[in-house]
């Protein structure tokens, strides 16, 4: 079928084609019943406006770009979902690349993005002192939010979950049902998550004694690693592990009961970001939520609602909640803690 032009909306509703322009592009005020007679004639006909052209009058393409660490973690996803419908109401569509957790990728796609000429920008970086540079060139040219992570102050907006708040539900919790022996499993690297997670643990964990703080085992956000760690840290039998991400607590997980270990009679697991595998996992995930639509509304409002002029950048952060499941019950009234081998 032949495409449906203004020409042929202005014919079927009897007005001028400027007229027709001017009720579909939004551009100047049209009486109400011109324009009912106008927009009646598009649908009915099929009309759809031509966004290359619309792009080039407007020099607004009506795109987003999002750049991901690494699409595979389960978080993301559900993130890209919320930051989708976010845009699609204001009229926005999304353009996401994925850079496989490298720096160089990262800035590459960053400017792949902004040679199609994006409006604006989303971005996960990949690491907090790495991306900065990449990330103060693109922002320097169009707006930029930066979602979940950081690249330091005065770079760019950003919003994210307040990692310590989540890590001190997760202690309070572990303390409250009697756990005296934690160990944190994290990432290693300045990606801002898991620097804010790993500090965080190590200022709460005081409170479980002088060497808790001590007890860290850092790898990467994964599954593998998640099962790793467990076999470097169940010779001491700590009594709960204290997970950056929920990959990282399903492979612990998953690692005990091959071992044999009784969780969470012997030993409690948390992980963080509630992802959908955390309620699936066996036994079900106790772990940090992050609020994803919320982080999703709240970056789309700081794209769009944009001071004039220059002025500091704003950073918000989201209170998280708690989740607490099957994972992290009290231990055994009256089970022997197994003593730390010597």
Request: glycine share 8%.
């Amino acid at each position: 079928m032949a495409e449906v032009t203004l020409k042929d909306v202005a014919r079927a509703s009897g007005c001028s084609i400027a007229t027709v322009s001017r009720v579909l592009a939004g551009t100047r005020p049209v009486g109400a019943e011109t324009a009912r007679t106008v927009r009646e004639a598009a649908e009915r006909l099929g009309y759809r406006p031509n966004q290359v052209a619309r792009a080039l009058r407007s020099r607004s393409t009506g795109t987003v770009g999002l750049v991901l660490p690494q699409i595979t973690n389960p978080f993301f996803p559900s993130l890209v979902r919320e930051l989708e419908h976010a845009l699609h109401a204001e009229g926005r569509a999304v353009l996401l690349a994925d850079c496989d957790d490298d720096p160089l990728t990262e800035a590459a796609r960053i400017g792949a993005l902004l040679d199609r000429q994006v409006d604006a920008l989303f971005l996960i970086p990949v690491d907090e002192h790495r991306s900065r540079d990449a990330v103060a060139h693109a922002a320097a040219r169009v707006p930029l939010v930066l979602l979940d992570r950081g690249c330091g102050p005065g770079v760019a907006d950003s919003v994210a979950v307040d990692n310590a708040a989540g890590m001190a539900l997760v202690l309070e919790h572990l303390a409250a049902t009697g756990r005296r022996r934690p160990c944190f499993v994290g990432a290693a690297g300045t990606a801002s998550a898991a620097v804010e997670r790993r500090t965080a643990y190590e200022a709460g964990a005081a409170a479980f004694g002088p060497e808790a703080a001590a007890r860290i085992e850092l790898g990467d956000f994964s599954v593998e690693w998640g099962r790793a760690a467990v076999d470097r840290i169940w010779p001491a039998r700590p009594d709960a592990l204290v997970c950056a991400n929920d990959l990282i607590a399903v492979g612990a997980l998953q690692r005990l009961r091959q071992l044999g270990a009784d969780v969470p009679g012997e030993i409690a697991v948390t992980g963080f970001d509630d992802i959908p595998l955390a309620g699936l996992a066996d036994p079900a995930l106790t772990t940090v939520r992050q609020p994803v639509g919320e982080l999703a509304a709240e970056a789309t409002r700081l794209l769009t609602h944009r001071p004039a002029g220059p002025g500091s950048r704003r950073a918000v952060r989201l209170a998280p909640q708690l989740v607490t499941r099957a994972s992290s019950t009290p231990a055994t009234p009256g089970r022997p803690l197994i003593p730390r081998p010597r």
